[in-house]
């Protein structure tokens, strides 16, 4: 997971002095994300982000990786971390030059990302 450049006092940071390990932020304006590379031939059906709180946003996006740009949303504008119910919106296609791009807006420096996965069928 990666924090987006405007962010203030950006610094993700892996908590590793409790029993829990997982990446907070410093600000709770911060958003982290992910790409993920789905090979040609198989579909991304869900997309599931563990995490301490079940309230976190989470955005799934289909990343042109020639020119940067993002499709519209392609994940259920309601999904949220620890959903493990819920299919994409529109599932995705693996492709050449494409990717996952995973978007999540922890809103709080007390919130901890544990990680995550990416259901996939071949298509």
């Given at each position: 997971l990666m924090q987006k450049d405007t962010d203030p006092s950006i610094n993700?940071?892996?908590?590793d002095d409790t029993s829990n390990?997982?990446?907070?932020v410093g600000n709770?304006?911060?958003?982290l994300y992910a790409y993920i590379d789905i090979p040609t031939g198989y579909t991304a059906k869900k997309?599931?982000?563990?995490?301490?709180?079940?309230d976190i946003p989470v955005e799934v996006y289909s990343l042109n990786l020639t020119d940067g740009t993002i499709s519209g949303e392609i994940s259920?504008?309601?999904?949220?971390?620890?959903d493990t119910d819920k299919d994409l919106a529109t599932p995705y296609q693996?492709?050449?030059?494409?990717?996952?791009?995973?978007k999540v807006a922890l809103q709080s420096v007390s919130k901890l990302i544990y990680g995550g996965f990416v259901t996939i069928e071949q298509s």
């Open positions: 993700e940071t892996v908590e390990y997982g990446i907070f709770a304006a911060c958003e997309v599931v982000i563990y995490s301490s709180h079940d259920d504008s309601t999904l949220e971390t620890n693996g492709a050449n030059r494409t990717a996952l791009f995973i």
